[in-house]
Protein backbone atom coordinates (compact mmCIF):
# COMPACT_ATOMS: atom_id res chain seq x y z
CA UNK A 1 0.00 0.00 0.00
CA UNK A 2 1.35 3.04 -1.66
CA UNK A 3 0.87 6.00 1.59
CA UNK A 4 0.09 9.28 -0.03
CA UNK A 5 -0.40 8.11 -3.53
CA UNK A 6 0.40 7.47 -6.69
CA UNK A 7 3.60 9.92 -7.86
CA UNK A 8 4.20 10.44 -11.74
CA UNK A 9 7.38 11.57 -13.41
CA UNK A 10 10.03 11.11 -14.83
CA UNK A 11 13.34 9.29 -13.77
CA UNK A 12 16.37 10.85 -14.09
CA UNK A 13 19.99 8.63 -14.50
CA UNK A 14 23.28 10.78 -13.45
CA UNK A 15 26.91 9.42 -13.50
CA UNK A 16 27.73 7.56 -10.46
CA UNK A 17 28.78 10.14 -7.99
CA UNK A 18 32.05 9.15 -5.54
CA UNK A 19 30.08 11.19 -2.37
CA UNK A 20 27.19 8.65 -2.43
CA UNK A 21 29.53 6.47 -0.36
CA UNK A 22 29.33 9.37 2.30
CA UNK A 23 25.86 10.12 2.02
CA UNK A 24 25.14 6.68 2.94
CA UNK A 25 27.50 6.02 6.26
CA UNK A 26 26.03 9.19 7.51
CA UNK A 27 22.25 7.28 7.10
CA UNK A 28 24.03 4.22 8.21
CA UNK A 29 25.06 6.27 11.59
CA UNK A 30 21.76 8.14 12.17
CA UNK A 31 19.73 4.80 11.42
CA UNK A 32 21.98 2.95 13.71
CA UNK A 33 21.71 5.54 16.55
CA UNK A 34 18.03 6.21 16.66
CA UNK A 35 17.28 1.90 15.70
CA UNK A 36 20.05 0.57 18.37
CA UNK A 37 19.95 -3.08 18.55
CA UNK A 38 16.56 -3.21 16.37
CA UNK A 39 18.43 -2.69 13.44
CA UNK A 40 19.56 -6.36 12.72
CA UNK A 41 21.33 -5.14 9.87
CA UNK A 42 21.73 -1.86 7.92
CA UNK A 43 23.03 -2.09 4.04
CA UNK A 44 23.65 -0.08 1.49
CA UNK A 45 21.87 -1.43 -1.52
CA UNK A 46 20.85 -0.02 -5.04
CA UNK A 47 22.28 1.53 -7.91
CA UNK A 48 23.91 4.12 -5.52
CA UNK A 49 25.96 1.33 -3.90
CA UNK A 50 27.63 0.40 -6.83
CA UNK A 51 30.64 2.59 -8.11
CA UNK A 52 31.09 3.35 -12.33
CA UNK A 53 26.64 2.82 -12.53
CA UNK A 54 24.80 5.49 -13.45
CA UNK A 55 21.86 5.96 -11.30
CA UNK A 56 18.80 7.91 -9.99
CA UNK A 57 20.53 10.02 -7.21
CA UNK A 58 18.69 8.38 -4.10
CA UNK A 59 20.43 6.65 -1.39
CA UNK A 60 18.72 3.30 -0.51
CA UNK A 61 19.40 2.00 2.40
CA UNK A 62 18.12 -2.11 3.62
CA UNK A 63 17.72 -2.31 6.69
CA UNK A 64 16.36 -5.68 8.96
CA UNK A 65 14.80 -5.97 11.54
CA UNK A 66 12.88 -8.77 13.31
CA UNK A 67 9.57 -8.12 12.74
CA UNK A 68 8.49 -5.12 10.22
CA UNK A 69 4.47 -5.73 11.17
CA UNK A 70 5.84 -4.21 14.82
CA UNK A 71 5.83 -0.28 13.66
CA UNK A 72 5.56 0.69 16.91
CA UNK A 73 8.95 -0.94 17.71
CA UNK A 74 11.01 1.44 15.02
CA UNK A 75 8.69 3.60 13.08
CA UNK A 76 8.36 6.53 15.58
CA UNK A 77 12.59 6.52 16.11
CA UNK A 78 12.98 6.62 11.79
CA UNK A 79 10.51 9.58 11.83
CA UNK A 80 11.98 11.30 14.60
CA UNK A 81 15.34 11.42 12.02
CA UNK A 82 13.33 12.49 9.36
CA UNK A 83 12.03 9.72 7.56
CA UNK A 84 8.21 9.53 6.29
CA UNK A 85 6.45 6.41 5.50
CA UNK A 86 5.83 5.61 1.95
CA UNK A 87 5.04 1.96 1.66
CA UNK A 88 3.06 -0.73 3.53
CA UNK A 89 3.49 -4.08 2.66
CA UNK A 90 3.23 -7.33 4.35
CA UNK A 91 6.98 -8.33 5.48
CA UNK A 92 8.23 -4.51 4.18
CA UNK A 93 8.06 -0.89 4.60
CA UNK A 94 9.82 1.87 2.97
CA UNK A 95 10.42 5.44 4.46
CA UNK A 96 11.85 7.99 2.27
CA UNK A 97 12.96 11.45 3.44
CA UNK A 98 10.71 14.70 2.89
CA UNK A 99 13.43 15.56 -0.24
CA UNK A 100 12.83 11.72 -1.60
CA UNK A 101 16.70 11.67 -1.70
CA UNK A 102 16.88 8.21 0.72
CA UNK A 103 14.95 5.32 0.71
CA UNK A 104 15.43 3.07 3.45
CA UNK A 105 13.33 -0.60 3.43
CA UNK A 106 12.85 -2.36 6.39
CA UNK A 107 12.84 -6.44 5.94
CA UNK A 108 12.77 -8.94 8.17
CA UNK A 109 16.40 -10.16 9.60
CA UNK A 110 17.64 -12.59 6.97
CA UNK A 111 14.64 -12.84 4.30
CA UNK A 112 15.02 -14.19 0.88
CA UNK A 113 14.68 -10.18 -0.39
CA UNK A 114 17.64 -8.94 1.60
CA UNK A 115 19.92 -11.48 -0.24
CA UNK A 116 18.90 -10.65 -3.28
CA UNK A 117 19.27 -6.96 -3.12
CA UNK A 118 23.12 -7.62 -1.77
CA UNK A 119 23.51 -10.40 -4.53
CA UNK A 120 22.93 -8.09 -7.35
CA UNK A 121 24.51 -5.50 -5.77
CA UNK A 122 27.67 -7.53 -5.15
CA UNK A 123 27.28 -9.04 -8.57
CA UNK A 124 27.48 -5.24 -10.00
CA UNK A 125 30.45 -4.31 -8.54
CA UNK A 126 32.77 -7.35 -9.81
CA UNK A 127 31.02 -7.33 -13.37
CA UNK A 128 31.41 -4.98 -15.68
CA UNK A 129 29.46 -6.66 -18.45
CA UNK A 130 25.95 -7.08 -16.26
CA UNK A 131 26.89 -3.50 -14.78
CA UNK A 132 26.65 -1.72 -18.03
CA UNK A 133 23.78 -3.87 -19.14
CA UNK A 134 21.84 -2.73 -16.13
CA UNK A 135 23.23 0.78 -16.43
CA UNK A 136 22.09 0.83 -20.72
CA UNK A 137 18.60 -1.00 -19.77
CA UNK A 138 17.72 2.42 -16.89
CA UNK A 139 19.26 4.76 -19.06
CA UNK A 140 16.64 3.37 -22.12
CA UNK A 141 13.43 3.64 -19.49
CA UNK A 142 14.49 6.89 -17.79
CA UNK A 143 13.21 8.38 -21.23
CA UNK A 144 9.91 7.46 -20.78
CA UNK A 145 7.18 8.95 -18.69
CA UNK A 146 5.85 6.86 -15.48
CA UNK A 147 2.41 7.14 -14.05
CA UNK A 148 4.38 6.15 -11.46
CA UNK A 149 7.81 5.38 -10.34
CA UNK A 150 6.83 1.92 -9.20
CA UNK A 151 5.99 0.97 -13.05
CA UNK A 152 9.57 2.20 -13.84
CA UNK A 153 11.08 -0.33 -11.07
CA UNK A 154 8.66 -3.23 -12.66
CA UNK A 155 10.26 -2.59 -16.44
CA UNK A 156 13.65 -3.39 -14.99
CA UNK A 157 12.55 -7.05 -13.67
CA UNK A 158 13.66 -8.87 -16.96
CA UNK A 159 17.15 -7.31 -17.15
CA UNK A 160 17.75 -7.91 -13.12
CA UNK A 161 16.36 -11.31 -13.19
CA UNK A 162 18.70 -12.05 -16.11
CA UNK A 163 21.77 -10.80 -14.50
CA UNK A 164 20.26 -12.13 -10.91
CA UNK A 165 19.89 -16.01 -12.81
CA UNK A 166 23.98 -15.12 -14.06
CA UNK A 167 24.61 -14.62 -10.14
CA UNK A 168 22.76 -17.34 -8.81
CA UNK A 169 24.24 -19.72 -10.85
CA UNK A 170 27.87 -18.65 -9.89
CA UNK A 171 27.08 -19.39 -6.70
CA UNK A 172 25.55 -22.87 -6.77
CA UNK A 173 28.11 -25.69 -5.97
Known sequence: MLIG???PGRVEIV???PRW???FAAERRSIAAALGPLARRIEHIGSTSVPDLAAKPIIDVLVEVDDPGREEDYAGALEATGFELRVREP?????RTPAHDVHLHVWPTGCKESSDYLTLRDWLRAHAE???LYESTKRELAGRQWRDMNYYAEAKGPVIAEIMARARCDRSP
Not at 91 to 95: S, T
Open 130 to 132: DRH
Open 5 to 7: GRE
Open 15 to 17: AYD
Open 21 to 23: RSR
Open 91 to 95: RHRMF
